[in-house]
């Protein structure tokens, strides 16, 4: 099968690509779970027997086909933040310049996000005027059996869920480092506060219910990084703070501790998105799978 000429334009114009594009990947597929096209497959040079790829080679995998298999033309598009958000937001542009795409404007989720999308040359609005997104692509830190997420580990957890709640689909973009049985345990859940009396919206939250023996950590340094990196408390887009809550053992029941953190006074938002996801693409060793 040959490729598409969208995907021959981008291996042509993208030295990015096309240095990325002879490595090999062996795949191995659950009938439960739809895989790439063979398009795709082909694109990408995956093979049933190859050497795997990096981390990055993987992210730019799930980032494009996100967009590839999701994204049409006339669309309001969610674009996402962070380092896998970032293929796919690279993906929409390049799309966009060769004229595979149309019509198309997008909401970014952090100012970052923004930057990158206006390099590119994406139109861009904002939910003032677009309420309703056709669909939203973006990262995870965490991902449970039921698809409920821990999101926030860059810092835009707000945006991210503003955004994404508007969509009427929400693709999540991962690596298979991001699967877990619980969420917790594996990483962080920031929580976002107003500046105003902090300390004391802290403590409340470490001493919810559904919290309980929770490690709350102000985050320090740059917003974008959940590890402490300077001594100035960390500020969001949005001018607030994250708390940091550091989970030994799996959260028992996200759902009702995303009601408690939210109905918590000085509490902004959480990065737990309970109920959202469409759909799951993951990057992994046994190739791209996705789960719905």
Known sequence: MKISAAFAALLASSSQVAAFAPAKLSVRYSTSIRSVT???KEFFGITDAAPALSQDELKQMV??????????????????TGSTAYFAVERLGQLLKDGTLTDIVAIPTSIRTKEQAE?????????????????????????????????????????????????????????????????????PLPVEITPFCHEHTLRT??????????????????????????????ITDN???????????????????????????????????????????????????VKE
């Open 63 to 80: 980032g494009y086909k996100s967009v590839d298999d999701y994204v049409k033309s006339g669309m309001v598009v969610g674009l996402g």
């Open 38 to 40: 063979a398009a795709q």
């Open 119 to 187: 390099e590119l040359g994406i139109p861009l609005v904002t939910l003032d005027t677009h309420s309703k997104l056709d669909v939203a692509i973006d990262g995870a830190d965490e991902v449970d059996p039921d698809l409920n997420l821990v999101k926030g580990g860059g810092g835009a957890l707000l945006r991210e869920k503003m955004v994404e709640v508007c969509a009427d689909k929400f693709i999540v973009i991962v690596d298979e480092s991001k699967l877990c049985d619980g969420l917790g345990p594996g990483f």
């Open 205 to 234: 939250i470490a001493a919810l219910p559904s919290c309980e023996g929770c490690d709350a950590v102000l985050r320090m340094g740059s917003s974008s990084s959940n590890v402490n990196d300077g001594d100035e408390i960390a």
């Open 239 to 289: 001018g607030n703070y994250i708390v940091d809550l550091h989970f030994k053992e799996a959260i028992k029941d996200a759902p009702t501790m995303a009601t408690e953190l939210k109905n918590t006074v000085g509490v902004v938002d959480h990065g737990l998105f309970c109920g959202m996801t469409t759909a799951v693409i993951i990057a992994g060793s046994d190739g791209i799978s």
